[in-house]
């Protein structure tokens, strides 16, 4: 990957200071070499400027490499936001996850919507053996992202995050809302249902607007979809709980 114009930005997870952290970028530059990159978080930046620092990298790359899996079997909720504006923005994005890990926690990737990623058991084996995956999915021609926005007015928004039978107060409340103000709504009660990725950003971009409901219990597909929201220029709203805090890119 000699051609300069293919740019790799590259978030890690910077919790583990002295163990991950260090260990990752020591393997990142033995698995890249010379391979152009920037590592966001090397960028100068405040946290008023997150957000622009993020979708500014994202837009100026071809390519994203995330890593971070922060819980056993999970993926952080900014990594899937990070992961969701890479996919409507049509950049490659990966996420990569070393299983015997300086945090001294296995991790393990089950089953998710997310398309890129990839397990490596020690630091050793992703120095060694990341170059020549990341070339070969780089090199890919699958298409990124097969659905676009709608463009067209339609008076109708999409909630995710609602439980009828856990909550019935907000499902009432975004559903009279819907009614009083002329807008049809939809209320996804079981998130899962959207099965692919794809399916998913085609919810996101086939309505007006969208509702996320976050609370300490919600899935993946919440978090994809906030981001979808973010690269897709959908407009969104986020009702949350008082002890739930508000994400911060």
């Known amino acids: 990957m000699g051609d300069e114009s293919k740019k790799l930005l590259i978030f890690i997870d910077t919790k583990d200071h002295d163990g991950h952290e260090a260990d990752f970028r020591f393997s990142l530059d033995k698995a890249l070499g010379n391979t152009p990159r920037l590592i966001f978080e090397d960028f100068p930046k405040t946290p008023q400027n997150m957000f622009n620092a993020t979708i500014g990298g994202i837009l100026y790359s071809n390519a994203v490499l995330l890593d971070d899996v922060s819980q056993k079997y999970k993926f ?12 409507a923005l049509e ?37 060694m053996q990341f170059k020549s995956k990341f070339l070969e999915w780089l090199a ?16 109708s928004f999409i909630t995710f995050g609602i439980d009828r ?12 809302f819907g009614v009083e103000k002329g807008w049809t709504p939809r209320i996804v ?15 996101v971009s086939q309505r007006s607007f969208c ?17 979808l929201a973010i690269g897709m220029g ?16």
């Open 76 to 87: 952080s909720p900014n990594s899937l936001i990070q992961y969701g504006i890479c996919y």
């Open 91 to 127: 950049k490659r994005c990966m996420y990569v996850a070393i299983k015997n890990n300086s945090r001294k926690q296995p991790l393990e990737i089950k089953t998710t919507m997310v398309e890129g990623w990839a397990e490596f058991d020690f630091y050793l084996d992703f120095a």
């Open 140 to 155: 890919s021609t699958q298409s990124v992202c097969r659905v676009k926005p709608n463009k067209l007015a339609v008076h």
């Open 165 to 176: 039978w856990e909550n019935l107060d907000l499902y009432e409340i975004v559903s009279n």
């Open 189 to 203: 009660l079981d998130v899962g249902s959207f099965s692919k990725l794809e399916s998913l950003a085609k919810a």
């Open 211 to 227: 509702v996320f409901c976050i609370d300490r219990n919600n899935q993946e597909e919440i978090f994809l979809g906030i981001g």
């Open 234 to 249: 959908r407009p969104f709203l986020i009702i949350k709980h008082e002890d739930t805090e508000l994400l911060r890119l």
